[in-house]
T-cell receptor, first 118, second 112 residues
Framework: AQTVTQSQPEMSVQEAETVTLSCTYD???????LFWYKQPPSRQMILVIR??????QNATENRFSVNFQKAAKSFSLKISDSQLGDTAMYFC???????????????FGKGTKLTVNP | DTAVSQTPKYLVTQMGNDKSIKCEQN?????MYWYKQDSKKFLKIMFS???????INETVPNRFSPKSPDKAHLNLHINSLELGDSAVYFC???????????FGEGSRLTVL
């Protein structure tokens, strides 16, 4: 079974600075997706960034980028120029690629609570 | 034009009651899910349906019964509610093989 580990329960950063959230995962699969979701106090689950395991290039979405190390099974999220609105829970998640007749589900880490201070 | 919508958003009820949460998606997706987020914010899958067929059924008490009348709807019925059922329940949907889930806003259930 796949597991996702986020070793930082809480982090804080000053506005405009850069912060990196860690995530490691364990799987024997070769084809899968990795995600970072953001959950602000409104509780909506918002997709921040998505990485396909077969792609060597790290995904980037504006101020958000990942460092995907497939051999090390590591998938960290870097937030540049942090903004107050980035304050939220951040969840790392894994999903194996569906095969014929199979199923796919997101497996989540326990989350990292990020606070951006003014 | 909400993509994945859940009703109700908030539900407060007494122990022992039966309640339902409804979910609808207008994205044309073929797979829908129920996830439970507990008080520690941990998200765990409960069920998944693909084209009205149950394909994932995690270890969930049989007091929880999902129903999918069509591929755009997935409802969750809970019998004999217990204190430990208090949580936020998220519905999500995806199109098979795209690897991207869309979540509803969550339904916060409080059992007193």
């Amino acid at each position: 079974a796949q597991t996702v580990t986020q070793s930082q329960p809480e982090m804080s950063v000053q506005e405009a600075e850069t912060v990196t959230l860690s995530c490691t995962y364990d799987t024997s699969e070769n084809n899968y997706y990795l995600f970072w979701y953001k959950q602000p106090p409104s509780r909506q689950m918002i997709l921040v960034i998505r990485q396909e395991a077969y792609k060597q290039q790290n995904a980037t979405e504006n101020r958000f980028s990942v460092n995907f190390q497939k051999a090390a099974k590591s998938f960290s999220l870097k937030i540049s120029d942090s903004q107050l609105g980035d304050t939220a829970m951040y969840f790392c998640a894994f999903m194996k690629q569906r095969t014929q007749g199979g199923s796919e589900k997101l497996v989540f880490g326990k989350g990292t609570k990020l606070t951006v201070n003014p | 034009d909400t993509a994945v919508s859940q009703t109700p958003k908030y539900l407060v009820t007494q122990m022992g009651n039966d309640k339902s949460i409804k979910c609808e998606q207008n994205l044309g997706h073929d797979t829908m899910y129920w996830y439970k987020q507990d008080s520690k914010k941990f998200l765990k899958i409960m069920f998944s349906y693909n084209n009205k067929e149950l394909i994932i059924n995690e270890t969930v008490p049989n007091r929880f019964s999902p129903k999918s009348p069509d591929k755009a709807h997935l409802n969750l019925h809970i019998n004999s509610l217990e204190l430990g059922d208090s949580a936020v329940y998220f519905c999500a949907s995806t199109l098979m093989y795209t690897g991207e889930l869309f979540f509803g806003e969550g339904s916060r259930l409080t059992v007193l």
